[in-house]
């Protein structure tokens, strides 16, 4: 069941549609009734997050492996998810200068943390689309933190989005180096962790973040937009988790792919800060 759901989130389909895929696929269901849609739905809300954090880790973890030594800086970004909810809004129509009420989509934040260039997602979330980049960051570079990863010495990249005192703490406390850019005038004398990063900025290696945007792009649908048909609390919180599993499978794919076929994979940008190693 687990499998399904997390099959259903990687293909962005309905509970209806992967009900009917699950009976042509290689699972115990092949010859037997299939789990319907309320059974999918139901169990999505079972599946700890902890445990999806961990398969997360896990398939980041090879495609580490699978890149034989390859590296580069790691980034932070967000984009925003196209859900099926609807909310109700008051805007002014042009034509007559009246407030009417009217339908508007609402929209979700994907947030990840990649290593640019090979893109290995190493945490991923997703959240209301009011929600601030900044104030997620803490809790993807824990769970980095937690399942083992070590990037000691190499260059984080984001943009002002990210520009907070605990970041740049937290940053430097993995041994890593914040090569955020910060708001002007944001530099002071009692913030050490902020006057250290200013002087440390690499301009040079500052683009290379856009790296990860590449990520999002591949990810979007025809409506120019990641989408998600799963628009319960509970599931958006696993939605995230869920397409960044599917991701990093895809990405291990390619690498075993390339090694078989003698393709070496390069690494990316300048990993390894000396300030910093």
């Known amino acids: 069941m687990d499998f399904a759901c997390l099959y259903m989130m990687a293909s962005n389909d309905t509970c209806r549609n992967a009900e009917s895929d699950l009976r042509t696929m290689n699972t115990p269901w092949s010859d037997e009734p299939a789990p319907d849609h309320s059974w999918l739905c ?20 090879r495609c580490i492996k699978a890149a ?9 970004d967000s984009s925003g998810v196209e859900t099926t909810r609807y909310k ?20 979700w934040k994907y947030h990840i943390t990649a290593i640019t260039g090979l ?10 689309g009011n929600i601030n980049d900044c104030l997620k960051l803490p809790d993807m570079l824990n769970s980095i ?11 984080f990249n984001a943009d002002r989005g990210y520009d907070a005192d605990y970041n740049f703490e937290e940053i430097f406390w ?14 002071s004398e009692d913030k050490t962790s902020r006057k250290k990063a200013a002087g440390m900025f690499d301009r040079t290696e500052y683009p290379s973040r856009s790296l990860i945007e590449s990520i999002f792009g591949a990810e979007e649908t025809r409506q120019h937009q990641l989408y998600c048909r799963f628009i ?14 599917a991701w990093n499978i895809r990405v291990l794919n390619r690498f075993e792919c390339a090694k ?17 190693a």
């Open 174 to 187: 993995m041994g890593m180096m914040p090569n955020i850019k910060q708001r002007a005038g944001a530099v």
């Open 42 to 61: 139901r169990h999505l809300c079972t599946i700890p997050e902890d445990w999806m954090d961990y398969i997360l880790a896990e398939t980041a973890r």
């Open 68 to 76: 034989d030594g390859a590296s580069g800086p790691l980034a932070a």
């Open 145 to 155: 933190k937690n399942h083992g990863f070590d990037f000691k010495g190499h260059i």
């Open 88 to 107: 109700n809004v008051e805007k002014e129509d042009k034509a007559t200068g009246k407030t009417i009420q009217t339908r508007q989509k609402e929209y």
């Open 232 to 245: 319960r609390e509970d599931n958006r919180r696993r939605f995230g988790k869920g397409r960044a599993i």
């Open 119 to 128: 893109q290995i997602v190493l945490s991923a979330m997703s959240t209301p």
């Open 260 to 276: 078989k076929l003698g393709i070496p994979i390069p690494s990316y940008g300048r990993p390894v800060h000396a300030e910093c």
